[in-house]
């Protein structure tokens, strides 16, 4: 019996040819490539929002980023709602911290949060940073209270 016969019930998974995945390469130190999902390290400069470009999964997840670089990462599922007082104070709650956000152009991040497309938010580093054009987001200060914390 041939297994490209029609009528082969096995015929339609045993002569089935896949393309070979590439071989693994151990990248050279140093030199490791970025993925195409990482637009996090951005080298044009500082960016207070970074949006989704699309929906990945069904849990996304946004990050916020200190001056110091410590990130709180959260779910859309965990986001309770949040408190704009234009023009420069927006306040986001979640179920484990309170983020109180103040900086310049912030209804920006509010319109991407109503549209779940916040990726990242980062506080303004004086040290590092250079300041954005104008017209974009621009946070100068964020205060994180944790609700876990007794004190």
């Not at 490209?4 to 071989?23: F, H, I, M």
């Not at 709602?81 to 104070?89: E, H, I, K």
Request: with cysteine; aromatic share 10%; hydrophobic share 25%.
């Amino acid at each position: 019996m041939n297994s490209n016969d029609s009528n082969n019930p096995l015929g339609k998974y045993t002569q089935q040819l896949r393309p070979a995945y590439p071989a693994l390469v151990k990248p050279e130190p140093g030199k490791v490539e970025p993925r195409d999902d990482q637009d996090d390290a951005d080298e044009s400069g500082y960016r207070a929002l970074i949006e989704q470009r699309e929906k990945k999964g069904s849990a996304p997840r946004f990050r916020i980023i200190n001056r110091k670089g410590q990130s709180y990462g959260c779910g859309y599922a965990y986001l309770l709602g949040w408190f704009y007082s234009p023009p420069d104070t927006l306040s986001i709650y979640t179920t484990t911290h309170v983020f109180v956000l103040t900086g310049k152009n912030l209804h920006r991040i509010e319109n991407a949060l109503m549209r779940d497309k916040v990726k990242q938010l980062r506080e303004f580093n004086e040290g590092q940073d250079e300041r954005p054009a104008d017209g974009e987001p621009f946070i100068t200060h964020l205060e994180v209270t944790s609700r876990l914390d007794p004190s």
